[in-house]
Nanobody, 119 residues
Framework: QVQLVDTGGGLVQPGGSLRLSCAAS????????MGWYRQAPGKQRELVAT???????NYVDSVKGRFTISRDNAKKTVYLQMNSLKPEDTAVYYC?????????????WGQGTQVTVSS
């Protein structure tokens, strides 16, 4: 079992920045693919960004060039740096840890942190 704690959300004006953090309890953090998802009111949860154990990253088109995902395996933490925030980025952001072993998927979620972009 892996526990994830998401922090760093808040209220920010359009064009502002926030950095989200997700701290994991597992001692084998480095094997997990880490991701950030978000869910806006009335919408389905969507993938925002992922980072593999090797540091390869992937982003949804709407955040490319504005958001950066990174990880610190020694601190067992993944980050999401969000710049040039827009009102449409408003959502609850969730951290995810994913590992595949012998065709079994192990997936864990943080509790979520609210990001509100508004003037």
């Amino acid at each position: 079992q892996v526990q994830l704690v998401d922090t760093g959300g808040g209220l920010v004006q359009p064009g502002g920045s926030l950095r989200l953090s997700c701290a994991a309890s597992t001692s084998i953090f480095s094997i997990y693919v880490m991701g950030w998802y978000r869910q806006a009111p009335g919408k389905q949860r969507e993938l925002v960004a992922t980072i593999t154990s090797a540091g390869n990253t992937n982003y949804v088109d709407s955040v490319k060039g504005r958001f950066t995902i990174s990880r610190d395996n020694a601190k067992k933490t993944v980050y999401l740096q969000m710049n040039s925030l827009k009102p449409e980025d408003t959502a609850v952001y969730y951290c995810n840890a994913l590992h595949l072993l012998h065709s079994t998927e192990y997936s864990y979620w943080g509790q979520g942190t609210q990001v509100t972009v508004s003037s």
